[in-house]
């Protein structure tokens, strides 16, 4: 079982930067690729950004040249930093794990509240 603990999210300035963390336990961290999802209210989950094992990452379009996926294998955690905040950034945002071999082992976790407003 993969427990996955979110933190850093609050409220941001537009313009302003917030930094992300998803702390892993349970498992072997450097074999599953990790996503950051956000939610906005009645709207439906959409995936931000991606690392893979190796490192490589991926972006939405929305937040690209904006937000910086990171991850850190001696610790088990994963950052998202994001700058320039805009409003629309605004959401619950979740950290997800993906098994390298076995995609079904997914886990979510909890969600971690963003807000940018002046």
């Known amino acids: 079982q993969v427990q996955l603990v979110e933190s850093g999210g609050g409220l941001g300035q537009p313009g302003g930067s917030l930094t992300l963390s998803c702390a892993a336990s349970g498992t072997t961290f450097s074999v599953y690729a990790f996503c950051w999802y956000r939610q906005a209210p009645g709207k439906e989950r959409e995936l931000v950004a991606r690392i893979t094992t190796s490192g490589r990452t991926n972006y939405s379009d929305s937040v690209k040249d904006r937000f910086t996926i990171s991850r850190d294998n001696a610790k088990n955690t994963v950052s998202l930093q994001m700058n320039s905040l805009k409003p629309e950034d605004t959401a619950l945002y979740y950290c997800?794990?993906?098994?390298?071999?076995?995609?079904?082992?997914?886990?979510w976790g909890q969600g971690t509240q963003v807000t940018v407003s002046s």
């Open positions: 997800n794990a993906a098994h390298l071999v076995i995609p079904s082992r997914a886990y």
